[in-house]
């Protein structure tokens, strides 16, 4: 089982720094950090520069950290934080179920990190510590109210609406 923990960290952890330097870099298909900016605008995330690079800086960084085995719960926070954010502004109005671009995905990766906390890193692990669950309800918490705390800055930095204009007289 250790080892499968190990195998489920390297995926996992992989797979968030590809997509974090798709936000930071434009690597692997991505639009760096403009285009990934105009973007998360486009979803009500403001300003939309400031969301991609602390996504892109929180998935790469938290990927790095979950392949070293290294900080798992810092790690899983800032990971859990990326996917609340994801859940809450892109996927969560879709449903469950990815087909409908439903929060299916970020819902496993999520558990996947906590389960992965409270088990601890498992081999090949540069921190050996077994975290348990109460370090993994901490990430999972921290995470979460990083992931709102997000949102609040966005909603405190979205353009003004205009009013409409008046209708005209007749």
Do not use: C
Request: no cysteine; aromatic share 8%.
């Amino acid at each position: 089982m250790r080892f499968g923990i190990a195998i489920l960290r390297a995926v996992i952890g992989g797979l968030f720094i590809g997509h974090g330097l798709q936000k930071l870099k434009g690597w692997f298909g991505g639009y760096g950090i403009e285009g990934t900016g105009g973007w998360m605008e486009s979803v009500g995330l403001y300003p939309g520069k400031h969301h991609a690079t602390a996504g892109g800086l929180a998935e790469t960084a938290g990927g790095a950290l979950l392949v070293a085995g290294l900080a798992t719960p810092a790690a899983a926070a800032a990971l859990t934080g990326s996917m609340t954010v994801a859940t809450l502004k892109v996927h969560g109005p879709n449903g469950v179920w990815g087909q409908n671009n439903g929060y299916e995905l970020p819902l496993v990766m999520t558990a996947a990190l906590f389960a992965v906390t409270a088990s601890g890193p498992g081999s090949f692990a540069l921190d050996r510590r077994e975290w348990g669950a109460a370090w993994a309800l901490a990430a999972l918490g921290a995470g979460i109210a990083g992931g709102y705390g997000a949102i609040m800055y966005s909603d405190t930095n979205a353009p003004a609406e205009t009013p409409e204009a008046p209708a005209e007289a007749a």
